[in-house]
């Protein structure tokens, strides 16, 4: 006989070797021990998680003669059988998922058990059957003879009907963890006596992403690769991707906008021959780590990562905001998806690095909010340093460095309490804070100076004109005016002025620069 995949040679043959499902493990086991074995199971979950194993454990455990525990004993005349199983028949509703496949079905469940004491039916990927088999099997399904006992296998068990679902025991296989697929993975590799780095099984692990059959078809891959000894870049060279340094060098170049770093290492992995779809999957763990490290402080949350790389991921959690870490995981996991559809893979890889260090380019609230938090990150730490024009006042000629955490701006001056101008505006700015809160940002920081018993005259920061001028072009002055003349009986006289450019400071042209981004909200920076 050729050669056999190592997925198949190293199939679970008991209970016990299953890997990562020991809540359904268990309850299987003590179905059969207390005798208490249903008709029908449905068996859900990714797909390499054990699922298909299972079941044909199961099968072989309900008519072992003298099972262990609720395990098969491997001892007996049913499990030393060899050849054809006639108890057990395993059906691809891929390829079978027709009407005629079930009644076929239907007529070989009369005949009676050939060894054991069950007839056991897998159905693997169930959610292919058609809807005329499904309707087939259902009144089967429902009322089996005594010994039969069907098993449906699916990936995708939103497209079961509800009418099987109900019939069914159904049991949710999860994703593995990546220490058990690595203590598993090392457990093939001691058997067939090939030395393998834990970390290089560890990365195996990763990529596999809860996959135990992916991981060990790739540690196949990686045994011809690897000439007798696996290491993390023998995997890497199997898996397209790169090494774990050079990734969190590129993450550090998304943490520092480095734009022609980045451009430059996406070159550098397209012309080495790696899988950019590959690589923009593992960047993205690793800043899912990174962002789980910045919200938790604790390395419970990650993913099998050793003290250097999580004290990597502490230093470069310092750099990176929340809004940077989540919008480049949502812009890299995009990315992931499209490069299987596109020929354009260097385009779309680099216009995507492009977003991501520069988010002015972008429209989205996102893009914004990563600007902000960004901008404000770095004039915390000092990074900015701005002063003034030649022309300003000696006052503000002077450096301005921006300090970890600016004061808050005094309030405005208010016209005075006693005046019945001055009142009427305080209680229309009380109003308007609850009915329209984008026309109240525009007035809580403008100066308000009463002219005289019916003139209130509205006065802007030089870096703020676009405000009042936002004011005159959609009518909110003519509204203003008409609460004012109703509140005070009288007809009021508004005028909106802005102050010169000369008085404006280095804080305040930075805020004047964001505001020039959004166009119309304004920010405050406190």
Request: with cysteine.
């Amino acid at each position: 006989m050729g050669y056999v995949a190592l997925y198949r040679q190293f199939r679970p043959k008991s209970f016990d070797s299953i890997a990562g499902q020991e809540h359904i493990v268990r309850t299987l086991k003590n179905q059969i021990k207390n005798n208490r074995v249903s008709h029908a199971y449905l068996f859900c979950g990714p797909r390499g998680t054990g699922k298909t194993s299972a079941a044909l454990v199961f099968a072989h455990a309900v008519n072992c003669l003298s099972n262990v525990d609720g395990d098969v004993c491997g001892e007996c005349e049913y499990c030393t059988h060899t050849g054809e199983n006639l108890d057990i028949a395993e059906i691809d509703a891929a390829s079978n998922n027709g009407v005629d496949e079930i009644r076929n079905l239907r007529e070989n469940i009369r005949y009676m058990p050939a060894i054991g004491k069950y007839k056991v039916y897998i159905i693997d990927e169930a959610h292919m059957l058609s809807q005329g088999a499904f309707n087939a099997l259902l009144k089967t399904l429902e009322e089996p003879p005594e010994y039969v006992i069907f098993i449906l296998a699916t990936t995708e068990s939103h497209k079961i009907p509800a009418t099987i679902i109900s019939r069914c025991q159904r049991f949710d296989f999860k994703a593995i963890t990546t220490t058990q697929i690595t203590n598993v993975l090392e457990g093939i590799a001691n058997k067939m006596n090939v030395k393998a780095d834990r970390d290089a099984l560890s990365a195996i692990a990763r990529w596999a992403n809860g996959g135990l059959r992916d991981a060990i078809g790739l540690l196949d891959q990686s045994i011809d690769n690897s000439q007798g000894h696996i290491t993390v870049d023998s995997v890497n060279q199997v898996i397209g991707t790169a090494g774990v340094g050079f990734t969190l060098d590129f993450i550090e170049g998304i943490a520092n906008s480095d734009t022609p770093l980045l451009l430059k290492m996406a070159n550098d992995i397209i012309e080495g021959g790696k899988d950019p779809a590959v690589f923009a999957k593992d960047v993205t763990n690793h800043l899912r780590n990174i962002l789980m490290y910045s919200l938790t402080k604790s390395k419970d949350m990650l993913t099998d990562s050793d003290d250097a790389t999580v004290e990597k991921y502490a230093q470069l959690a310092s750099k990176l905001t929340s809004a940077r870490l989540t919008r480049s995981i949502e812009l890299l996991s995009g990315l992931e998806s499209e490069l299987r559809y596109t020929g354009q893979v260097r385009i779309l890889f680099e216009l995507t690095l492009i977003k991501i260090c520069r988010p002015e380019t972008s429209e989205d609230i996102e893009a914004l909010r990563d600007t902000v938090e960004m901008l404000q990150k770095r004039l915390e730490s000092g990074e900015f340093k701005m002063t003034a024009p030649a022309d300003a006042p000696k006052a503000q000629r002077q450096e301005v460095t921006a300090a970890p955490k600016a004061e808050k701006k005094a309030p405005p001056p208010k016209p005075q309490q006693t005046s019945p101008l001055g009142e009427a505006w305080n209680a229309y700015m009380q109003e308007l804070k609850k009915t329209d809160s984008r026309t109240y940002g525009y007035l809580k920081e403008v100066k308000v100076e009463q002219k005289s018993d019916d003139h209130l005259e509205i006065i802007f920061a030089a870096n703020s004109c676009i405000f009042a001028q936002s004011l005159e072009r959609t009518g909110k002055k003519d509204a203003i005016k008409a609460a004012l003349d109703e509140k005070t009986g009288k007809a009021v006289t508004l005028t909106i002025t802005c102050e010169s450019k000369q008085n404006v400071s280095a804080s305040d042209r930075v805020e004047k620069a964001l505001e020039s981004f959004l166009s119309k909200d304004k920010i405050e920076i406190i």
